[in-house]
Every structure is written in C-alpha cells, then in structure tokens.
C-alpha cells in the first residue's frame, strides 16, 4: 500500500519543481468568440491571416493560440453564418495577450448553409461512457436546486423525504444511496459539510452537470459503483457577479450569490460563493392518522378514554429548515508557473426540526438536528509540466464536520400536535443530545500525459482518512472510542483514438483500499477492531463513430463499493450503525448509441441505451421499527436490468421539447439465505421493495427575443413527471388485495420568466405541482401540493 507520507513528499517535490521550471518564451494568445450578443460561439476558427497556424473554439467559444516569434500580426476569427473579423495585435516573447471577438451575423450564408461546432455539452455526450450532460444556463431564472434539475434526467430518479432540506435518496439506473456519489468541479461533495448538498445547492451555482451511469472515468479517482454526477462550476477567466433571492409558498427564501474578481497583469483571482436557504415547510399532510377524542390540557392529552384514531387533513408544525454556505478562493491563475493556483476557506451550517422518522407513522415534535463543517483547500493545477502534453492537477482538504441532535422529551407526537406522555424519548430511547464529530483528510492527484494525437494516458491516486466520535451529551460517563476510516484509491487509464478519432478505447484499472477501525459490543462490552480491505477492479469503454454525429457506446467494468462513514457509525438520526457491512460489488455493462442531425434552426438528438448490473453485497437500507430507525444491511446478490431513451428537438432559441423514459428492475437473486439453508428465500427474484421502476419526463420551453424591447427575453417552460406504481415492501408478503404501494403519480410544474438588459436582470414566477396531486416519495413519505414561488436575479459579466 502507497505511503501517504511519501506521496505528500514526492507530490511537494513536485510542485517546488515545476514552480522552478523555465518557461517556453512563446507568446500566448487567448480569448473568447462570441455573437454581438454575447453567446459563444464553438467551433470557430481564429488564425494569423496568410499565415499557417490557427486554433478554433471549444464549447464555451474559448480558443488559445502559440506564437513562437515576437511580431505584429493580423489576427481573424471566422465562423459559418458569420462574418469575417479581423484584428491587428502586437506580441512579444514570453508574454500573454487576451483577445476577444465578437462576430456580425451573416445573414445571406445563414440563409443559404448553416454548418455548426459542438457545444462542451454535445462532447461530453459523445464520450466513450455512458453520460448524460446538463447545461444548467436554460434553469438559472427558476428556484430549481441541482436535484430537482437531475430528476429530470433519463435514468435518474430521486426521492426526497419532504420538503426543503429534507433526506433523499439518488438512483442512477437501479443503483442508489452511497452507490452514487457527487462532486464539484471533480472534488467529494462531502468535504464541503453535510449542510451542502445537491438538495439545497442553487443551480445558480452550476454551469453544466455531468451524469456519468455505471462506469465512472478515472479522473474522478472514486469507488461510484452505481454512476457519478459532477457538478461544473463557472471556469472562464473572466470577471462576473451573479445575485439571485426567491420567495415561495411554506415561507420558503432561498438566496444565492457567486462572484469572480480576476487581475489580468497578475492573474491574481478572487472567487467566492455562497447560499442560504429558509422554509417552514409548513405544507398540508393529506389523509394522516390524529387522535381524536380524550381530556386535553392545550395540546397534551391527559386522558386517552373516549379517544380514537380518525384520518384529517393537518399541516407540518415542527420542519423549519435553515442552512448556508460560504466559500472564497484566492490565488493566481493562467501564470507560468501554474495554470491554477487557488487556497480556499469555506464554511458551512445546518438547523432542522425533525418532522418524521424514515416513515410517516413516525411523527415527531421537538427532535431537532444542527450542523456545521468548517473546511480549508488547496487546488493546484498545470499543463505542459516539464513537457508538452503532461498536466497535473492536485487537490487537498482539511475538514470538520459536526453534528448534534437534541432527542430530550418523553413524548408520543401526533399529526395535529396533539402528545401524550410515554416511557421512551420520541426516537425510542434514553433522553440524549447527540453528537457527531468527523476530521477528515482528502487529498488528490491527477496526472495525464498526451502522447500525441492517437494515444493517452492518466493515473489518479486519492486518499482518504476520517475519523469518527460520537457520544450522548447528557450522560456523565461514556465510552470514548473513536472510530476511523480509510480509503485509498489509485486508478490507471489509457485511452486510444484511431480512423480519425472516430474510434475510442479507454482501458482502466482500478485498486481499492479500505481501513476500518470501529467498536462492536462483544460479551457485554465495547471492543475495538481493525479491518483491511483490498480489492482491484478494471475495465473498458468504447465509442465508434459511424457518421459524424451517429456513435455506438459500450462499457464493461468490475466494480467496488466501499462502505461510507453513515452505513458503519451511523447518523445519529436516521440511520443505526452497522459495524460488520461489507464492501459491495459489480458487474457493470452498458450499450448504448446516439444520433443528431441539424437542418438550419431544426435541431434533433435521440439516445438509448441498456444497462446491466449484477451486484454482490449489495447494500441497502432495512427498516428497523423497534429502533424507528433504518440500518444498512448486504443482500448476497442483486440483479438490475433496464433501458432509458431520450429524445431532443429544438427550433433556434425559440422552442425546445425533450421527452425521456427509463424501465429498470432491481432483482433480488439470493436463493438462499446462508450456506446451510435448502430452502429458497420468500423473496427470490423479487423486485428490490421501494424503488421505481417505471418513469418518464417531458420538457416544453417556449421563448422569444425582444418582446418588450431591445435585449429582452420571454420564455415559458412546462416540465411533467410521470412514476409508475411500485412495491413499498417486499412483494412476496401481505394478503395480495392489501400490498403495500406508492400509486401512479402525475406532477406537472410551469415557469415564467423575463430578462432584459441582456440578461443582467431577471425576474420568473413558478408554480410547482400544478394540479395539487397527492406526491409520494421514499417510504411513502408526502411530499408538498401545490407551491407558488417568484425569483429575481442579477447577473452581471
């Protein structure tokens, strides 16, 4: 196993040296090709005119250009359905220029031909795995968070327990929970806190999500064994502000600002972000179980003779929700010694009260839960090190993250507030004030060489180290014995393209290193023990491309899981610790293909695809109703099969309508319980119980430029979520008439929105649930009704 305290050394070495390296004395040439309205333009070319160099644009209308000899040159940007522009500039060795065009539309060669380049996004659905990305600039005048905007992606189903801030549970083709796993900008979403998550991040905040289903690239040096989303945070080196605050139904406010300050003779870069979100989550429970009836003193009832149970319509009374985030980075950028060169502070907190437990029946009243995570970064990156071709990307944290829930009232809740007096804390135990504390250690390296044209290579190491106490404020003496958890992850990639890159090869290995140290209560005491865990996986992913926008895709990967801090040590809330969970496994394979086609403004995009898991271990969540809690448990094997299609259309930018659906079934295959058992489990080849296996969406946006005058925009998006009925318990079990079932559930949002001053104010209006429709989610849980909510943003650039 690699040393980390060799690996701190040699990747200090590393940056003392290259900070040393003598730089090429070419000159550096770098901008932006964009409309007059300032869109990007991909796929454009600029080039020394007579000359016989050029570069063009990538997805974002960025290009970069190498001139070896100090001069004045002519330079033109050139793109089809645009005219011709042309500036002089003046360069000299070693220095760095930045350049900007902004090209005229040529309206007889838009009439007569119209040849386009591929947006980043397009690109990243046209690598070897099995992808999906979302460009989140089409959300950013909606009250959308990051999980919101992923629901409605082929593929991906996510169940929120509640409103605002509420536990979710993240499936990506039949795989859930830790399964998955999220990043920012390619960095463990966890190590920002427990406060930040993909349920209360603003879409503000993202410029495009990448889904990655089944097989994850190297690059992100992670155990997804399920798939991975990375969320892609604004990269341009260029100065911006973004400002928005919205108000909504529950007394809902959630506001968002990010912002970017960059010193162009220097390079020195301020970024800064931040968020704070508010609700009651006051919304109507629809049909719920009140005791009715018994003598009452306010809101205890002191006498249970005469009372029954009667189903009513109640509001929430005990889920306020608060939380916020703050993030700045400073550093330099775009210098020769480092491209990126960034030290970071960020702190983040969290205060909830505790409605339910992992069911509705569960009601509480007084349970509350705060957080905070406090954490420092340190990113480092560059290209061409030492030679041509080879980039180092380097990545570390310090983090604390903290927890306490309060559980202190003898109490038995009801839905209208109503209690009565019980022998046991309203979770089921001994009064207590909770706490959770978690130091963590995160550091990551990436290196990538660029062979030449045809062939590549990249190692990715990552490591691990957390550290986990939890103790009962309340109680004068306990038992201090802290837990700790390891992982290390390195992973090799090579990747090949031949017949003008219209074939690509990504071979990959991968090694996982787990270190367990927890406490198991053995002959009625606490007893520490030590696990190692060390296991190696590989693959492939390929692409061909039959025509320049027809491809075929498969991927094939063994796959490991390892256990998270939540499934060993638990929560403190909903989740028991489970000391003896197993790392889980897979079989992953994937086949899909894609096809686009544009004529003129008729824009069309169809993909499909198939997916196979065969997992072994399989971790997934077993309620618990004596502890009112969930604990994580290994099912000896599992079997996901399914198929998801999409398909695009878009007309300029005035019309856009994408539809999705996605079958998938998550099989149980274990026959028999132990290795001593003969007789088949009840549950054999029975769908995994609480997880959808039948949904669709549908997206209609309608807009328009320039309605209300100059530099304007009106749009109007329509967005309907359809989920077909599904087991909440195994099927094998219950009288057939009386199964327990989330039923068939139709939502339908709508969302208006103005900007003018091209774009730097907006302002939208939203209604979600249009219809009110009864909305269920994990475990049966009642998700809100019918909820109205207006955003103004500011965005300035």
Not at 672 to 696: C, D, H, M, R, V
Request: glycine share 8%.
């Amino acid at each position: 196993m690699l040393s980390c305290k060799n690996l701190y050394l040699l990747l200090i070495t590393i940056i003392f040296i290259s900070n040393v390296a003598i730089a090429q004395k070419a000159a550096q040439l770098s901008g932006y090709v964009r409309t007059q309205n300032g869109d990007a333009i991909p796929g454009a070319t600029v080039s020394v005119k007579n000359g016989t160099f050029g570069t063009t644009t990538d997805g974002s209308g960025f290009f970069e250009l190498t001139i070896n000899r100090s001069g004045t040159y002519m330079l033109e940007a050139s793109a089809l359905g645009y005219m011709l522009f042309s500036k002089e500039v003046t360069v000299k060795s070693g220095s760095k220029t930045d350049l900007n065009f902004d090209l005229k539309e040529n309206q007889r060669e838009l009439n007569e031909v119209s040849v386009f380049g591929k947006t980043e996004v397009q690109e990243v659905k046209e690598q070897p795995f099995t992808v999906n990305a979302i460009e989140t600039r089409q959300f950013a005048n909606t009250t959308a968070d990051l999980n919101q905007v992923l629901n409605r992606s082929a593929g991906v189903r996510i169940r929120e327990q509640g409103g605002l801030g509420s536990n979710f549970n993240f499936s990506i083709n039949g795989l859930s929970g830790k399964a998955v796993k999220y990043f920012i900008d390619g960095v463990p979403l966890e190590i920002l806190g427990s406060a930040v998550s993909l349920n209360n991040i603003p879409v503000n905040l993202a410029e495009r999500i990448e889904v990655y289903k089944g097989v994850v690239p190297v690059q992100l040096g992670s155990d997804a064994m399920g798939g991975a989303v990375n969320v892609i945070t604004n990269q341009n080196q260029r100065n911006y502000l973004d400002l928005s605050h919205s108000y909504g139904s529950f007394n809902t406010h959630r506001s968002s600002a990010s912002g970017q300050y960059v010193h162009k003779p220097t390079g020195i870069t301020v970024k800064a972000s931040g968020f704070y979100n508010y609700s009651d989550n006051n919304y109507k429970m629809k049909g719920v179980e009140i005791l009715e009836g018994g003598t009452r003193v306010g809101n205890q009832i002191t006498d249970l003779s005469g009372a029954a149970f009667t189903t009513a319509d109640v509001r929430r009374f005990h889920d306020h929700y608060q939380s916020a985030m703050g993030q700045l980075e400073v550093g330099i950028s775009n210098k020769r010694l480092a491209d990126v060169l960034y030290a970071g502070i960020g702190y983040s907190e969290g205060r909830q009260d505790l409605q339910t437990g992992f069911e509705q029946a569960i009601v509480y009243g007084n349970v509350t839960r705060k957080s905070k995570a406090t954490t420092a970064t340190l990113r480092y990156k560059k290209s061409d090190l030492f030679v041509k071709g080879l980039e180092l990307s380097l990545f570390g944290s310090l983090s604390k993250d903290s927890f306490v829930t309060a559980d202190t009232l003898f109490r038995q809740y009801y839905w209208d507030g109503a209690w009565t007096v019980k022998s046991a804390s309203e979770m089921g135990g001994i009064k207590s004030v909770s706490n959770i504390i978690r130091p963590r250690s995160f550091m990551r390296a990436n290196v990538s060489y660029l062979l030449n044209d045809k062939h590549s290579f990249n190692v990715n190491y990552t490591f691990d180290h957390l550290k986990n106490e939890n103790f009962n404020a309340l109680q004068t003496s306990f038992d201090d014995m802290p837990g700790f958890l390891n992982k290390q992850i390195l992973g090799v990639a090579y990747q090949q393209e031949f017949f003008n890159k219209r074939l690509t090869n990504t071979f990959f290995s991968k090694y996982y290193g787990l270190g367990l140290e927890r406490k198991k209560y053995v002959d009625n005491a606490y007893q520490s023990f030590n696990t190692q865990f060390d296991m190696f996986g590989y693959g492939v992913a390929s692409r061909f491309k039959l025509l320049a926008d027809l491809g075929v895709k498969i991927s094939l990967e063994r796959a490991y899981r390892l256990q998270e801090v939540e499934e060993v040590f638990g929560d403190g809330l909903n989740i028991n610790p489970n000391p003896d969970l197993k790392p889980e496994s897979s079989y992953n394979a994937n086949l899909g293909g894609y096809y686009g086609f544009r004529l003129n403004k008729h824009r069309f995009f169809v993909e499909a695809a198939t997916f196979y898991r065969n997992a072994q271990d399989f971790i997934f969540a077993v309620p618990d109703q004596r502890s009112k809690a969930l604990k994580n448990e290994n099912k000896s094997s599992v079997r996901v099969t399914g198929f998801e299609a999409e398909a695009r259309y878009d007309y300029g930018d005035l019309l856009s309508f994408n539809i999705n659906a996605t079958y998938q079934s998550a099989v149980n295959m274990t026959r028999f319980g132990s290795t001593e058992s003969t007789t088949p489990e009840a549950t054999y080849k029975n769908k995994i119980p609480n997880q959808p296996w039948l949904f669709g969406n549908a997206n209609l946006s309608i807009g328009k430029n320039n309605v209300f005058g100059k530099d304007t925009r009106l749009q109007f998006s329509w967005y309907t979520q359809y989920v077909h009925w599904f087991y909440l318990t195994w099927e094998a079990f219950g009288n057939v008439n009386g199964k327990s079932t989330i039923p068939n559930q139709l939502l339908h949002n709508a969302t208006l929105s103005y900007s003018f001053k091209n774009g730097r104010y907006n302002i939208s209006g939203e209604c979600r649930n249009l219809t009110d429709a009864l909305a269920f989610d994990n475990f049966r849980l009642q998700k809100p009704g019918r909820a109205f909510s207006v955003k103004l943003r500011y965005f300035l650039k």
